[in-house]
């Protein structure tokens, strides 16, 4: 019978007792008959190892109705990668995104992060995205927890609705895996060579049964230290534009039509440099109650606990190069309009401002997922239910100190090298001092997002006396999910520029020109790595530059007078409701859903091939209230922030087919057809109202929008040839509807005063919009042992997958090209293989992952779109048994220091990033 997670488990495996048990303590022992040429008695020979996991991981994707992939691991610590996100991009189809050079979120056949569901043990695993999302991150959940990951490309009724990419399950171990106790625990260091810092790792699970093995108990912990540093070289926005009028005139200088050709040109709106700096605390805890007292019930609790707190640090430097006056005669224009010299100077109007921005604080990240259930086998009939509750929160306490020199008195940005990267050059200025700086502020910006979820579900399956008819399955699902988003926000800002007045959540405080320099140089200091050590800009120019840490923001807030920056104080500037709390960013969304499904499982042995599969539907009902703050702009000076909510909603059929042919002892077909849906982002749904009786403009979020919907095809073969060896190949398509895009609309608004024609506002806000999105692909997979060959090159396998896809449909313009664009984060190209050794001692891998070109954003900074280059990256591992019993082990991420590129085109590159390679040294012990 197929479990919850459509696997019904190795085929024939048989496993003496001993074996079995060497395989939970983490020998990876899948057992394999052999004969004795002595005696002719069968003998069990043990794989072990990488190819261990290869073996489960193809019986996964094997013996499954649906179409699935899964990475499966036996060793503590054995997981192909040392982050779930980045183990998730060895699957076919699916392609990951990165902060910090760390695996962040994943897509799956083009869908972007937040259109994916994600489980753990079955529970949902909430988002922790700053500002509201539904995008699941990845890096802090602990791969030693994980004994599988599975990533489901098609649907059955009884799956949890909520992902049109697919649905990434994250798989424990569980105590009565294994009727032997076991305690097995790993140490590790980690090197970063950009942070050049050392960091530890710690690792411990443990396993025991009671009661004539009927009760389990697991436990596990983790801790680990991590210095994540990045830099990037940034020219954020390129931008044309004619001459600014002034008076009867236009100032030389404005325009960029550098050249005089009659073509504005593009130049750099904001060039900069920053320093990402975040060290990183994460413990993280399972624990797993199992108690079957006979064969026919089985009960359970179990919960998962991941923290990260990050101490930021960042620092960046960056120059306001548009805003300045143009010096025609020394700057030039390269290849496609496209400035590659640009020197700026200063004008009463239109001043160049220099600033030294360090981003501090702290941001931490908390999630829960818990379960209590339990299955009751009547025979015929088969029961099964849960409860869980899960939870996630960041709190982002940012914290800015900038240091700006407005009027630079000259400002030269170069991109004449390899890299097309900005290389900056301030005549008459040193980066390393308060020298010239004229304003300098201290920003507290608290911002708390939370997410939570009850849910109850309850299955009944029955098997009938059929041959065909396997089984029929329905069951109800009942959810309950809350999402709110709090922001305060407070400045403090010292400044010797005359004319500069408080106003929103600004206070500013004059002050002399000589009190801003010797706070700087008698607090800050400079980058103690200097910039882009690890990475290559084509260039070496500025470095280092002024550090304004904690010091420098805590002797701005005291040379203020105002004692502290409390955010819960009084504000005294008008338009805020003498609060400096955000209301537009303070709201909550109330989400309801009642699910049932009807399913029935069956199976045709008599045929000329074999068919079995699912059929059924799901049905989802699904309310959304949505609660927060209106802004309402009376009159210049009269604001008011009323309270407000608003209900929304929909009902939904999901149909699907999954159908599976097995053409010979070795080879597979499938073949399935759905319906799937995911939900908008909670910022999109949340009410958010902000009007301006003045000009009668406004925005506000969609409390109505309805889900992304997506009618998705499968048609797949899969040759297994070993049982250490497969090709597969999948054809699919996939037909999205109901996007989210943002369009204007005229609204009358109640209890709001509007012009003459009856209370109405030109109203921006999120909506579905009426075009479809298809996308096309194949994706091939193969996996091979060479057992064959002589020792020792018998140890030696091979694994490698690619995907092709393509959309059309998509309505996103380049406004630079006038073509349409690509679909979101789809790359057309992307593979991935792994070359591999072991032995009954040593083990190596080598693996590489590369994706072509992807859209990151439609519109972007300017409404430009924003392309993300081809990335690739090499990561290896060796590990030695020095004793059956403990392994030494090194490890390598990102070994030859990629960097990742972004451009609005390929001559006017907007981030060169690098966060060079990480390097693990470790030994891990079973008992």
Do not use: C
């Not at 690792?203 to 912990?221: E, M």
């Not at 001092?433 to 029955?462: C, H, I, K, M, W």
């Not at 098997?463 to 926000?489: A, H, Y």
């Not at 304004?548 to 409390?566: E, P, R």
Request: glycine letters at 10%; hydrophobic letters at 35%; proline letters at 5%.
């Amino acid at each position: 019978m197929a479990n919850i997670y459509g696997y019904r488990g190795p085929r024939s495996a048989t496993r003496a007792p001993w074996a079995w048990a060497a395989s939970v303590l983490f020998l990876h022992g899948w057992s394999t008959p052999a004969i004795s040429a002595q005696s002719g008695e069968l003998e069990e020979v043990v794989v072990t190892g990488i190819r261990a996991g290869l073996r489960s991981s193809l019986e996964v994707k094997r013996e499954s109705i649906t179409v699935v992939d899964a990475i499966s691991a036996e060793d503590i610590g054995d997981f192909p990668d040392k982050n779930l996100g980045e183990a998730l991009q060895r699957i076919t189809g699916v392609q990951i995104s990165r902060q910090d050079g760390e695996g962040r979120g994943v897509s799956i056949r083009g869908a972007e992060p937040g259109l994916n569901r994600v489980e753990i043990n079955g529970v949902t695993a909430l988002s922790l995205t700053v500002g509201g999302g539904r995008d699941v991150d990845f890096r802090d959940l602990p791969v030693e927890f994980v004994s599988r990951l599975e990533v489901f490309k098609s649907s059955t009724p009884e799956m949890t609705e909520g992902g049109i990419g697919g649905t990434v399950r994250v798989v424990t171990r569980r105590p009565l895996d294994s009727a032997e106790p076991y305690l097995a625990g790993s140490t590790q260091m980690v090197y970063s060579d950009l942070a050049r810092e050392y960091d530890p790792k710690l690792a411990i699970i443990g396993s025991r049964t009671f009661l004539n093995n009927t009760l389990g108990l697991l436990g596990a912990a983790t801790y680990e230290e991590r210095h994540l540093d990045s830099h990037n070289a940034r020219t954020t926005g390129w931008l044309r534009r004619s001459p600014t009028p002034t008076g009867s005139g236009a100032t030389p200088g404005r325009g960029t039509d550098v050249n005089g050709d009659g073509t504005n040109d593009w130049i750099p709106e904001i060039p900069r440099y920053s320093l990402d700096r975040r060290e990183t605390k994460r413990p993280a805890f399972l624990g797993i109650v199992e108690w079957a007292p006979n064969e026919a019930v089985k009960v359970f609790a179990e919960g998962t606990y991941a923290k990260a707190k990050e101490q930021v640090s960042s620092m960046l430097m960056q120059l306001s190069a548009a805003s300045g006056l143009i010096d025609y005669a020394n700057s030039v224009v390269g290849p496609d309009n496209t400035v590659t010299h640009l020197e700026v100077i200063p004008h009463p109007l239109f001043q160049t401002d220099l600033a030294y921005r360090n981003i501090g604080g702290s941001l931490e990240r908390e999630q829960y997922t818990t379960a209590l259930g339990g299955e009751w086998d009547l025979g015929a009939f088969k029961l099964d239910g849960r409860v869980t509750y899960a939870s996630a929160e960041v709190q982002n306490d940012e914290k800015n100190s900038t240091a700006t020199i407005f009027g630079v008195p000259r400002a030269i940005v170069d991109y004449n090298n390899s890299e097309r990267a900005p290389n900056f050059t301030f005549p008459g200025i040193d980066t390393t001092t308060g020298d010239a700086v004229n304003n300098l502020t201290a920003v507290f910006n608290p911002r708390t997002n939370s997410q939570e979820e009850t849910s109850a579900q309850f299955n009944v399956e029955y098997q009938p006396e059929i041959n065909w008819l396997t089984s029929i399955k329905t069951g109800f699902e009942v959810r309950e999910l809350t999402m709110d988003s709090i922001l305060f926000q407070r400045t403090i800002q010292l400044t010797s520029r005359p004319g500069i007045s408080s106003g929103g959540s600004t206070i500013s405080i004059p002050v002399a020109q000589s009190v801003i320099r010797d706070i700087i140089d008698n607090n800050s200091g400079v980058n103690d790595v200097r910039f882009f050590a690890t990475g290559d800009l084509g260039f070496n120019g500025i470095r280092y530059w002024n550090d304004n840490g904690d010091a420098t923001y805590n002797a701005t807030i005291a040379a203020s007078g105002l004692g502290n920056i409390d955010v819960h104080g009084f504000n005294p500037n008008t338009e805020t409701n003498n609060s400096f709390q955000n209301y537009l960013d303070t709201w909550e969304v109330e989400e309801k859903t009642n699910a049932a499904y009807l399913q029935s499982s069956f199976k045709f042995d008599g045929l000329a091939i074999p068919i079995s599969g699912t059929l059924g539907v799901r049905y989802v009902d699904t309310e959304t209230m949505s609660s927060g703050y209106n802004r309402i702009r009376h009159a210049p000076g009269v604001v008011t922030f009323p309270r407000a909510s608003h209900d929304g909603g929909y009902k939904r059929w999901l149909p699907s087919l999954n159908l599976r042919f097995d053409l010979s002892d070795d080879l597979v077909g499938r073949m399935t057809a759905g319906k799937v849906l995911a939900r908008p982002n909670p910022s999109q749904l949340a009410l958010r109202r902000s009007l301006d009786s003045v000009g009668f403009t406004g925005s506000r979020g969609n409390p109505e929008l309805k889900p992304y919907e997506a009618t998705q095809y499968d048609l797949g073969l899969e040759w297994y040839f070993s049982r250490d060896g497969f090709v597969s190949a999948t054809a699919f398509r996939k037909e999205i509807a109901e996007f989210v895009i943002n369009k204007s609309f005229s609204e009358e608004v109640d209890g709001s005063p509007g012009d003459s024609s009856g209370n109405e506002y030109t109203v921006v806000l999120p909506v579905n919009g009426g075009d479809d999105v298809t996308v096309n692909g194949i994706e091939a997979g193969a996996q091979y042992a060479f057992d064959f060959l002589p020792q020792p090159f018998n140890g030696f396998g091979a694994l490698a997958n690619v995907t092709y896809q393509k959309d059309k449909g998509f309505k996103g313009p380049n406004i630079i090209t006038g073509e349409i664009l690509p679909f979101p984060g789809l790359s057309r190209l992307s593979y991935n293989y792994s070359l591999y050794f072991e032995n009954d001692r040593f083990s190596a891998r080598a693996s590489y992952n590369w994706r072509e070109k992807w859209l990151i954003s439609a519109s972007g900074r300017g409404a430009l779109p924003e392309f993300n280059e081809d990335f690739g990256s090499l990561d290896a591992s060796v590990s030695y048994n020095i004793l059956p019993e403990i392994t030494v082990f090194v490890e390598a991420i990102n070994l030859l220091g990629d960097q990742r590129i972004e451009h609005n085109t390929e001559l006017r590159r907007i981030a060169n990033e690098t966060y060079g390679s990480r390097y693990f040294l470790g030994v891990r012990a079973r008992l």
